[in-house]
């Protein structure tokens, strides 16, 4: 199956437009789950507003949120596929272009020491574009994440060792939530890499955050570990925008690597609640769009 | 917690009657600011021709279409997504804000500082917090883009909005020395052991 840079680049300008409007299924019921077992009054409020936010976007053809974020495309070539690699991350980043100016939305990318924003939502390595393979499927899957600045400054990488043990990971991530409050746009989906390398850890911190809800870390310590700290932080009373209840995070998603026996890294990146992300397939049929 | 409607321009006394939970709605006019708009003002020295005294400022910086200036759209912009960006990066301007501008009301998200919430007492104003993430239903608030200064920042561009019923927002911080962020951040803090002992960790007492 040849798939087409042209086909690619539209897919990448209708799914960055796609993320920013339409929340996926997981997280709007994550939402409900949240409102239902909700005991603060202030907070009910506030989640109650972030629904109706969902509705009037819906409705009004609008943007969930005016943070256009940093453009994230996570490529995965499954099986089957003849496809020019350096022309699918040029097309990715055309598309990304042509959903900035046509629409238009919001350049939120600028040079990191000048400043300058090009208002293309592009810039030197940015979209970030990550590239995988799967045997699991035919054809090629394209997911694209706008990922909120509010939340992505809440960042931290911790390079623990093996004596301070699990501990100091599970430590780690009670105090980042603290440290995060309200400044993330709670609840939030707290991500959480543990091992690799530095930077691998932050990776998987990131995939961790944008995993949708419901799934689970493939590994079953991993998994427990999720549960854990999904229970904890929610104890914390922070609540939704920071302003106190009991909703501070949807869930802790954690994703693993194997380390290094003098390592014990640990890494948090959080997404607020508006975890927006679409994705494209194309197969021999076309292109489908999804959450 | 009473609930107040504001036209702006606003006085010290209104601002000053403002107390932690209270909430309030906006009419007239807004000011649109951001990190580059205030490193513009305070750091680099610039100049805007808009007063700000007595008025409101949100922390933003909206998606726009540029269309032919008209009555509706008198800055030649069309409001597209209009929402509210974290305050805590901006805390250092408050001061400056409310004492070299005027300002008597500051729009955020997340909440601001030991610094502003002094500032706030001393200065009389208020922080109002805004649900962040809820842009769709914040645009719906705003009538239009009136003006905008110092452009050539775009978007972290001074802007002015027209605004219809903008709210109910939360007063956060008060002018009383009233912060929701602290009474919540110490609660949150206080509950850490708790969280800990959740997760099975004791304190290793050396051998």
């Given at each position: 199956m040849h798939i087409d840079p042209q086909a690619i680049e539209d897919a990448a300008k209708e799914l960055y437009l796609r993320a920013l409007k339409e929340l996926p299924p997981d997280v709007k019921r994550g939402f409900d789950a949240l409102a239902a077992r909700e005991t603060g009054a202030t907070a009910k409020a506030v989640l109650g507003t972030m629904i109706e936010n969902i509705a009037v976007a819906e409705r009004t053809d609008n943007l969930l949120c005016q943070d256009t974020g940093i453009p994230i495309y996570n490529v995965v070539i499954g099986r089957g596929v003849d496809v020019d690699g350096p022309a699918l991350k040029a097309a990715l980043r055309r598309g990304c272009e042509r959903a900035t100016r046509e629409y238009p939305l919001r350049s939120s990318i600028v040079h990191p020491l000048t400043r300058k924003n090009e208002h293309s939502s592009c810039g030197i390595g940015v979209p970030v574009i990550h590239v995988d393979f799967s045997d699991a499927f035919e054809g090629l899957r394209i997911e694209m994440i706008p990922k909120g600045s509010g939340s992505e400054n809440n960042s931290w990488l911790k390079m623990a060792i093996p004596a301070e043990g699990v501990d100091a990971i599970r430590t780690f991530v009670v105090d980042c939530v603290l440290d995060a409050g309200g400044k993330t746009c709670p609840p939030t989906i707290v991500g959480v890499g543990v091992g690799g390398t530095a930077d691998l850890c932050v990776h998987l911190a990131k995939v961790a955050a944008t995993r949708p809800l419901g799934t689970s870390c493939a590994d079953p310590e991993g998994a427990a570990l999720e549960a854990q700290l999904s229970a904890a932080v929610n104890?914390?009373?922070?609540?939704p925008q920071g302003l106190g209840g009991d909703a501070t995070a949807f869930a802790v998603h954690v994703e693993l690597a194997a380390t290094h026996i003098t390592m014990n890294p640990v890494a948090v990146n959080m997404q607020c609640h508006s975890a927006r992300r679409a994705s494209a397939l194309f197969t021999a049929d076309g292109v489908t769009y999804g959450f | 917690m009473a609930h107040h409607e504001f036209t702006t321009p606003v006085t010290e006394g209104q601002v000053r009657a403002l107390r932690v939970d209270d909430t309030v709605t906006l009419r007239g006019t807004l000011y649109g600011i951001r990190d580059a708009t205030q490193i513009a003002m305070f750091d680099r020295g610039r100049k805007t021709r808009?007063?700000?005294?007595?008025h409101a400022v949100i922390h933003t910086a909206p998606n726009v279409r540029k269309v032919a200036p008209s009555p509706e759209h008198p800055a030649g912009y069309a409001p597209v997504c209009i929402g509210t960006t974290t305050s805590m990066r901006m805390e250092r301007f408050t001061r400056p804000l409310l004492?070299?501008?005027?300002?008597r009301i500051v729009i955020g998200k997340g909440g601001l500082g030991a610094a502003s919430l002094t500032a706030f007492a001393e200065l009389g104003g208020v922080y109002l917090a805004i649900i962040g993430g809820t842009a769709a239903l914040e645009t719906t608030w705003v009538e239009a883009i009136e003006d905008v200064d110092l452009d050539d920042l775009n978007p972290e561009s001074l802007w002015k909005f027209r605004i219809r019923g903008f709210g109910p927002l939360r007063v956060a911080m008060d002018s009383h020395g009233g912060s929701l962020y602290d009474s919540v951040n110490a609660g949150a803090r206080a509950k850490r052991a708790e969280a800990l002992a959740a997760l099975g960790i004791q304190r290793r007492s050396p051998d």
């Open positions: 104890l914390l009373g922070i609540g | 808009f007063d700000l005294a007595g004492a070299r501008c005027g300002v």
